[in-house]
């Protein structure tokens, strides 16, 4: 299976800063405890990375 990565236009990939938050949205999504997790737990996982890629 290819990384989602590879499915970025030109445009887009060579763009480390999104490469990299969807690599840490993967890893967030991927722990065992995801589905566990108060949903509020996660929205702000999810927030926290969304800030460190548009309010760099």
């Known amino acids: 299976m290819r990384p989602i990565t590879q499915e970025f236009t030109p445009r887009y990939a060579k763009s480390e800063p999104l490469i990299r938050c969807v690599h840490n949205f993967a890893a ?3 722990q065992p405890t995801v589905r566990t ?3 509020e737990e996660l929205y702000g ?10 309010f760099v």
Do not use: M, N, V, Y
Request: glycine letters at 6%; zero cysteines; proline letters at 6%.
């Open 28 to 30: 967030i999504l991927s």
């Open 45 to 54: 996982d999810i927030l926290e990375l969304a800030g460190k890629l548009f």
């Open 37 to 39: 997790k108060p949903a």
